[in-house]
């Protein structure tokens, strides 16, 4: 019998600035730029993977940070089978921003899976371990610290979100 195969569509929501292009950029093509570039609209990036037995198919839509654009990020949300929710541990402000990213993208989507990402793992944090997981618990999502520059746990993130989805109902 041939694999199972899967499309599945994952948004990547967060403030401006947190590490969602980078990271991206690093799971799909393996390579970071620390040159910041405002990404507009969405940028779709597709990444063929293994999860089990099933070829999977992940279309990653990164999603502009700027929160002035609620609207069209709501039309970006429809038919999502999961997110990734990303803050920046040096600047505390983006972890508090994340609950009205989750609000307007479950609203949208559903109680579809959600796993927070706390990036920039490598530089020095703002944010601690303990405050970090509380928050996570509090909105109902597992967290990974990732570093897009190091790669740390980038693979993880994205692999751990796919496995989710196909358990999802």
Sequence with gaps: ?????????????????????????????????????????????????????????????????QKTYETLHQA??????????????????????LVGWLVSFRQ?????????LANKADLDRKIDAERLEEFGRSQGCDLLETSAKTGQNVEEAFLNLGGRLLEAP
């Design 76 to 97: 970006y949300y429809r038919g999502a089978a999961g997110a990734l929710v990303v803050c920046d541990l040096t600047r505390p402000e983006t972890m508090e921003s």
């Design 1 to 65: 019998m041939p694999p199972k195969r899967y499309i599945l569509k994952i948004c990547l929501l967060g403030d401006g600035a947190v590490g969602k292009t980078s990271l991206v950029r690093r799971y799909v093509f393996d390579v970071f730029n620390d040159k910041y570039l405002t990404s507009f609209g969405t940028k779709v990036s597709k990444k063929s993977v293994e999860i089990g037995d099933a070829k999977v198919d992940l279309m990653i839509w990164d999603i502009l940070g």
């Design 108 to 116: 949208v989507a559903g109680g579809v899976p959600v796993l927070l």
